[in-house]
């Protein structure tokens, strides 16, 4: 199974799922996922400073992701896109026809209908509260992921 994150910028909210979600299946051996995360507007160049700094406090290094945008490739590729927010949802559904069905909001996909809000221009505090709502929705993926 190949899934992708998807976020506005690809600088927060979906790279730290995906170190998130690698780092529980590195615990769960005998998945065969693959992960990856992309961005709807992005023109950055590098992860938010302050994602780096909350991953770090978990032991998990981001710093040397490359945020990149979503496309056609990366659509196509994925089994399973998963989103922020419902917005998100939306114009990737509307922009590419091979996202649909496959393409969900994280919160709703684990029973948890929640959107993960961009905590740019945030506090410290308020990107680990991203970090832990997160982590609390990629511990409920995998839970699902082990039933199906």
Known sequence: MKILFVC?????????????L???LRQQPGFDIEVDSAGIDTDEEAPS???VAVMSEVGLDISRHRPKLISERSVE?????LTMTPLQAER???AYRVADRKTHVLGDYVGEPEAVE???GGTIQRFRETRDQVSRLTDALVQRLMRE
Not at 77 to 81: H, K, R
């Open 92 to 94: 990737i559904l509307g």
């Open 118 to 120: 961009d905590p740019d």
């Open 8 to 20: 506005n910028g690809n600088v927060t909210r979906s790279p730290i799922a995906v170190a998130l």
């Open 22 to 24: 690698r780092e529980r």
């Open 77 to 81: 590729w994925a089994d399973l896109i």
């Open 49 to 51: 400073s302050k994602a």
